[in-house]
T-cell receptor, first 113, second 114 residues
Framework: GNSVTQMEGPVTLSEEAFLTINCTYT??????LFWYVQYPGEGLQLLLK?????DKGSNKGFEATYRKETTSFHLEKGSVQVSDSAVYFC????????????FGTGTRLQVTL | NAGVTQTPKFQVLKTGQSMTLQCAQD?????MYWYRQDPGMGLRLIYY???????DKGEVPNGYNVSRLNKREFSLRLESAAPSQTSVYFC?????????????FGNGTRLTVT
């Protein structure tokens, strides 16, 4: 079956530091990959996505590249801000599963001044 | 533009009580979903409705029932609540049942069963 593994959190960074949150996956077929973000007290929001190998998704300074050879979709940002503090979820859908997402466990990011 | 609206925001139940979580979306989306979020486990799909008039089980359907009342509304019912159902419940919708359609989430219902 499908599964997503994310690095354990919490991740604590100083403002302007470089961020990497690791995500690897196991899936049948050809999955689409997503990063969702959850701000305190809110539901999840789509941050970025990639639908095929070597695609790079990007939004709000965040990037992730779909690496089929390493089954990875690591999230990166060059310079984090306090406002980026949230929980980040890696997720996938694969062929035949419509929009049913399989989520990772989430990684909490705390950015301090 | 409300998006996905869930009610109530918070609920406390005693073991054995029943309740219905309500969800409505105003984006004319075909597909709707119920997830639960538990610490260390991410989000797990309870039930989904690919289109009006259809519902299907997700990963963790036991103890729940759903109703797709119309295109806008998708409710989740707990017939006899158990402490294991203490969780945060999220409703979501998507434009179509295709892998690339992003999900739009409500703000969640925090349920505690004592």
């Amino acid at each position: 079956g499908n599964s997503v593994t994310q690095m354990e959190g919490p991740v604590t960074l100083s403002e302007e530091a470089f961020l990497t949150i690791n995500c690897t996956y196991t899936a049948t077929g050809y999955p689409s990959l997503f990063w969702y973000v959850q701000y305190p007290g809110e539901g999840l929001q789509l941050l970025l996505k990639a639908t095929k190998a070597d695609d790079k998704g990007s939004n709000k300074g965040f990037e992730a590249t779909y690496r089929k050879e390493t089954t990875s979709f690591h999230l990166e940002k060059g310079s984090v801000q306090v406002s980026d503090s949230a929980v980040y979820f890696c997720a996938l859908t694969s062929t035949g599963t419509a929009s049913k997402l399989t989520f990772g466990t989430g990684t909490r990011l705390q950015v301090t001044l | 533009n409300a998006g996905v609206t869930q009610t109530p925001k918070f609920q406390v139940l005693k073991t054995g009580q029943s309740m219905t979580l309500q969800c409505a979306q105003d984006m004319n989306h075909n597909s709707m979903y119920w997830y639960r979020q538990d610490p260390g486990m991410g989000l797990r799909l309870i039930y989904y409705s690919a289109s009006e008039g259809t519902t299907d089980k997700g990963e963790v359907p036991n103890g729940y029932n759903v109703s797709r009342l119309n295109k806008r509304e998708f409710s989740l019912r707990l017939e006899s609540a158990a402490p294991s159902q203490t969780s945060v419940y999220f409703c979501a919708s998507s434009e179509q049942g295709a892998p690339n359609s992003p999900l739009h989430f409500g703000n969640g219902t925090r349920l505690t069963v004592t």
